[in-house]
């Protein structure tokens, strides 16, 4: 599908939106994010820092950074990560640097994140935060799809389910919800979400103060 053609609307100057995704391990996020990162200008991932193995098909810096978790406890210590929790026994992080600079930059940014880290950024960042919860259809769904993913032993599966309640409960917390049964259509809301954020006047407001002195004058 075609990105839409840029004009006028969005060369208006505005503030960079933090995208948050988060769903119980299974439900679809990661493949919401690629589809937003291939149809959507203007969005980049932030790659967080793991302490997690690699997956066969993951590549170190693209995925995640992968570090021993001495590394992560030195970045942790040093107040290199804007957020991090403990997620099924491995832990996680967001580089600060890079969301830091996109933010100035008036970039946008997509987090891949649990409910720890979107409550940490909620909180830390709410002007720039549009967070957004994936809901699986079904908790029979939800395995089947970790299955076919077979990426997981069924150890690292079953601790995912295990895990998968105690992250669903947390979706009130959220700005938006979907449920992802059909993906085109889950991921097309997504994108709606982004689209229409992009517009809020919050976001807009220093830009379109200078826009509106071209049209009719201070
Ligand atoms: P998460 O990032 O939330 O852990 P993934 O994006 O890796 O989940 O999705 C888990 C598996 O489910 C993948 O194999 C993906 O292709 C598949 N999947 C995602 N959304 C759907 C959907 N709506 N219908 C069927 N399969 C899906
Ligand atoms: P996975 O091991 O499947 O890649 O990710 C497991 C869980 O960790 C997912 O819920 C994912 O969203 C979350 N996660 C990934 N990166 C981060 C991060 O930087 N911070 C936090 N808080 N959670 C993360």
Known sequence: MAKIAT??????????I????SSPSGAGKSTIARYLQTNVDNLEVSVSMTTRQRRGSEIDGTHYHFVSAREFERDRESDALLEWAEVHGNFYGTPRDPVEKAMAEGRDMLFDIDWQGGKQLMEKARAYVVSIFILPPSMEELMARLHRRAEDSEEVIERRLANAAEEIRH??????????????RASRRAEAILRAERLRVDRRALGLGGFEEKLIGA
């Open 7 to 16: 004009g006028i609307d969005d060369r208006i100057e505005r503030t960079g």
């Open 18 to 21: 933090m995208l948050v995704l």
């Open 171 to 184: 979706w009130r917390e959220y700005d938006y919800v979907i449920v992802n049964d059909d993906l085109e």
